[in-house]
Structures are given as C-alpha cells and as structure tokens.
C-alpha cells in the first residue's frame, strides 16, 4: 500500500491525500490552498492541466465536506474519474455555485462547475463504498460544514481512519465518543490515524461549545432588538443557535436574502425529520420594497443573517437610519484574524467595512475543529498500532506537546518512509 500526503503536512487547507494499492487508488479532498490577504491562493494544482496530472489512473475522489479547502479543485477533474461526496453536501454546494453564477463574468463558469456537482456520486452515513480491494466507510461527524464526514478506509488488511475536519464540541457531536467505541474501535484496531490539526497553532484559545454560542446569543438578544449576525451562510449547528435564540422572543422575525432562505430550506428538510431543532420554521427573505417586511422588523425586532457583499451594503443603507443605533448591535460570529487589522496573512478588509459601520460589536464564535484537548483524546482513545499522520495544520510537529500516551508520540509522521509494508510519501 502506498499514502501519498500531497500537502496539508504543513498548512491548513488545501488537503489531499492519496490511497492506493496495486488494484485501485483513492484521493480523499481536493482543496484549494487558502488565498491570502489580497485573494491570491499561490496553487500549484490551480490548472486543468496539473489536477488531470494529479487524477492520472485514480479510480475515485472522496470529499469530506464542501468547503473550498477541501473540495475546491472538483471542477478540473477528468470526468471518468467518479467524485463522491454526501448526499446533502451535494444540493449545499449546488445551491452555493448557483449563488456564485450570479457573479458577473462568472456564469458560465459556475454553470460548467453546477453539472459536474450534478454528475456527483453521492454517499450517506455508514454505507460502505468498494473501489477495487478498497473499502470507504463514511460516518457523520460535526464540523462548521454540515454533511461533514469521517472514512474509515480497509484494504490489504490494513485500517485506516481519515478524521476529515470534526469536533467535539458541537450539538451533533453529543455522542462522539461513544460512537468511536461502537463504529471505530469495536470492529477492531485502527493501523493509521490521519487527522487533522488545525488548532495545534492555538493550543492555548478557549474553545466554546455550540450550547454556550447559542446561550450568550440569547443575553445579547435580551439587549439588542436588533441583531445584525455575520456568520458562514453553510454552518447548520451556529445557524441553529440563533434560530432558537431569536424564536425565544416574541414576534421577532428571522431575516435574510434569498441565498440564506434557501439554504436554510435545505437543511429544514434534510435534517429537520431527525431533529426539531434543525427546523427554522419561517424565514424572511429581505427586499427594501416590502413595507409590511420593513415595518415588522423595525417595530418587533430582528435577527439578519448578513454577508460583505454589495447587494448587504445596500440593505444596511436603506435600514441602519431607521433602526436606534442603541438597540442594533452586530454579532461577529466568524474567526477573530480575519478581523484583526495587525494580521495581514489573514485579515479580510471587506469583514473589517462591515464591523466599522455598526456602534456595537460582539464577537461570539468557537471553532469548527477539534480543539487540542479533543484531539489528544481521539488519539489516546483510538491509540493506533502503527502510527499517527497529522494534517491540515501549520503546526503538525504540535502533535508531540499534546497529552498523548508515552507509546505514541514516537509514532506520529510527519516525514515520508517505510512503515509495516506502507510506503508513506509526505509532500513538503
């Protein structure tokens, strides 16, 4: 067997990482490397001509989620090479291409990008999947992309556990553990554990759970009448918090644009039949000729999901003048850096326009990854016999600071070689 670790060794973002045996190869994500401060990516793999390279002979491409840093590079794969990816992330991602063609100069190109989405593969939890003498078993986790997924990957007798991106700490994630004992763990030993690392660069942040966002939303909606959220536009459990936080007070209508609507339709019916919680119910979708729309929002109150966009810039200015600046607050609900002027690898001006209009500011957020603590314990729990890969992190040699049994900081990889009959190849 062969582990090709094209990137993700050292960065966040990115990822892709290659399975293969003598009778079928795999590549789990095919992201795009994060763009900087200016919007540049510097992707060596950003060509038709480089990712037709790069798919050369592979059978499939598994994506864990829809996020660009993982499943950017989609629409520049060769079409009889199969793109598997889950079942609802497919109509998110559709939706979200369909929102993107609407840019100008880039219909035809979004459109081009919507019917390879169409021509997707699609997987749902637990339902193994068999390329060549590979199995791919997906199993939902939670993470700020809803429809993330987990594989547990067999073949040549060999165990594999590709993380994808998770955590521990949101509202889908009540039984994480529990289902590592009963999903992972009880059809016996895991040989390799690919994970990501993404907070091994902020060992020491606070990481909140989803349930205490949702609980400090609620004090500040008790103070604010009018609540402007920025927040991702695709995330199910954060978008939930302020739905329930809002419907809490009477009258209060829930507010965005048509994209938001949509979305949020999406994941009332596809995830809502498990769980009320995932239902949000009435949903307005903004227009500044809507009197009776305006006059409710203005005379009841409000939570709006906003984006830095122009038609957002447009809304604010026909609103903000009609709204008292002492009861309208906006809730920065993304990464801290991303508004931080001194970060210029990461802070984003249009982010830093938006904040600069509103008199109040709260930022409320945690992490849509695995914090430290949760990572130790993934690893300690599923202690695996041959070794750990740590990937989409800046910081991967971090592993070794974490709490982990004696036994195992000498098995984490970061550096390609020969180990139990894989041949591990590690991109720098």
Same mark, same amino acid.
Request: with cysteine.
């Given at each position: 067997?062969?582990?090709?670790?094209?990137?993700?060794?050292? &960065?966040?973002?990115?990822?892709?990482?290659?399975?293969?045996?003598?009778?079928?190869?795999?590549?789990?994500?095919?992201?795009?490397?994060?763009?900087?401060?200016?919007?540049?990516?510097?992707?060596?793999?950003?060509?038709?001509?480089?990712?037709?390279?790069?798919?050369?002979?592979?059978?499939?491409?598994?994506?864990?989620?829809?996020?660009?840093?993982?499943?950017?590079?989609?629409?520049?794969?060769?079409?009889?090479?199969?793109?598997?990816?889950?079942?609802?992330?497919?109509?998110?991602?559709?939706?979200?291409?369909?929102?993107?063609?609407?840019?100008?100069?880039?219909?035809?190109?979004?459109?081009?990008?919507?019917?390879?989405?169409?021509?997707?593969?699609?997987?749902?939890?637990?339902?193994?999947?068999?390329?060549?003498?590979?199995?791919?078993?997906?199993?939902? =986790?939670?993470?700020?992309?809803?429809?993330?997924?987990?594989?547990?990957?067999?073949?040549?007798?060999?165990? @594999? =556990?590709?993380?994808?991106?998770?955590?521990?700490?949101?509202?889908?994630?009540?039984?994480? $553990?529990?289902? @590592?004992?009963?999903?992972?763990?009880?059809?016996?030993?895991?040989?390799?554990?690919?994970?990501?690392?993404?907070?091994?660069?902020?060992?020491?942040?606070? =990481?909140?759970?989803?349930? &205490?966002?949702?609980?400090?939303? &609620? *004090?500040?909606?008790?103070?604010?009448?009018?609540?402007?959220?920025?927040?991702?536009?695709?995330?199910?459990?954060?978008?939930?918090?302020? #739905?329930?936080?809002?419907?809490?007070?009477?009258?209060?209508?829930? =507010?965005?644009?048509?994209?938001?609507?949509?979305?949020?339709?999406?994941?009332?019916?596809?995830?809502?039949?498990?769980?009320?919680?995932?239902?949000?119910?009435?949903? $307005?979708?903004?227009?500044?000729?809507?009197?009776?729309?305006?006059?409710?929002? @203005?005379?009841?109150?409000?939570?709006?999901?906003?984006?830095?966009? &122009?038609?957002?810039?447009? $809304?604010?200015?026909?609103?903000?003048?009609?709204?008292?600046?002492?009861?309208?607050?906006?809730?920065?609900?993304?990464?801290?850096?991303?508004?931080?002027?001194?970060?210029?690898?990461?802070? #984003? *001006?249009? $982010?830093?326009?938006?904040?600069?209009?509103?008199?109040?500011?709260?930022?409320?957020?945690?992490?849509?990854?695995?914090?430290?603590?949760?990572?130790?314990?993934?690893?300690?729990?599923?202690?695996?016999?041959?070794?750990?890969?740590?990937?989409?992190?800046?910081?991967? *040699?971090?592993?070794?600071?974490?709490?982990?049994?004696?036994?195992?900081?000498?098995?984490?990889?970061?550096?390609?070689?020969?180990?139990?009959?894989?041949?591990?190849?590690?991109?720098?």
């Amino acid at each position: 067997m062969k582990i090709t670790i094209h990137r993700g060794i050292n &960065q966040i973002g990115g990822c892709i990482t290659e399975i293969a045996t003598e009778k079928a190869r795999i590549i789990i994500d095919l992201g795009q490397n994060l763009p900087d401060n200016d919007g540049n990516n510097f992707d060596p793999f950003d060509s038709k001509d480089a990712i037709e390279k790069l798919c050369n002979g592979v059978d499939a491409i598994f994506y864990t989620h829809y996020h660009g840093d993982h499943f950017g590079h989609f629409h520049s794969v060769p079409d009889n090479v199969k793109q598997y990816i889950g079942a609802t992330a497919q109509k998110i991602a559709l939706r979200k291409y369909k929102q993107l063609s609407l840019i100008p100069d880039k219909k035809a190109e979004m459109e081009r990008a919507m019917e390879k989405i169409r021509k997707m593969l699609t997987f749902t939890d637990r339902n193994t999947i068999n390329i060549g003498d590979i199995k791919i078993k997906p199993f939902f =986790v939670s993470h700020s992309a809803y429809d993330s997924y987990m594989f547990i990957i067999e073949a040549q007798g060999k165990r @594999i =556990v590709h993380t994808g991106d998770f955590r521990d700490h949101g509202f889908l994630s009540k039984n994480f $553990y529990k289902f @590592i004992d009963a999903c992972v763990l009880s059809r016996g030993k895991v040989d390799l554990l690919i994970t990501e690392g993404t907070m091994l660069s902020r060992l020491d942040e606070p =990481v909140k759970t989803e349930g &205490q966002i949702q609980s400090d939303a &609620q *004090e500040l909606m008790k103070k604010y009448k009018n609540v402007f959220v920025l927040c991702s536009s695709t995330d199910l459990e954060r978008l939930a918090g302020f #739905k329930k936080s809002v419907r809490l007070f009477k009258n209060r209508l829930l =507010v965005g644009d048509g994209f938001q609507k949509d979305i949020l339709k999406i994941f009332t019916d596809e995830a809502a039949p498990k769980s009320q919680v995932w239902n949000f119910g009435k949903v $307005y979708d903004f227009c500044k000729t809507n009197e009776k729309l305006v006059k409710k929002m @203005i005379d009841n109150g409000f939570c709006m999901f906003i984006r830095p966009t &122009q038609k957002f810039e447009d $809304y604010l200015n026909f609103l903000m003048p009609k709204l008292n600046p002492d009861k309208t607050v906006l809730i920065y609900s993304m990464w801290k850096e991303y508004v931080n002027p001194a970060n210029k690898a990461h802070r #984003k *001006e249009n $982010y830093l326009e938006l904040l600069s209009r509103f008199a109040s500011v709260e930022e409320l957020h945690t992490s849509g990854h695995a914090s430290p603590k949760c990572l130790a314990r993934v690893c300690n729990k599923i202690n695996p016999a041959i070794g750990i890969i740590p990937i989409h992190s800046e910081y991967s *040699e971090n592993f070794k600071s974490l709490p982990l049994m004696e036994n195992m900081r000498e098995k984490i990889f970061t550096t390609s070689q020969n180990i139990s009959d894989i041949k591990l190849i590690i991109n720098k």
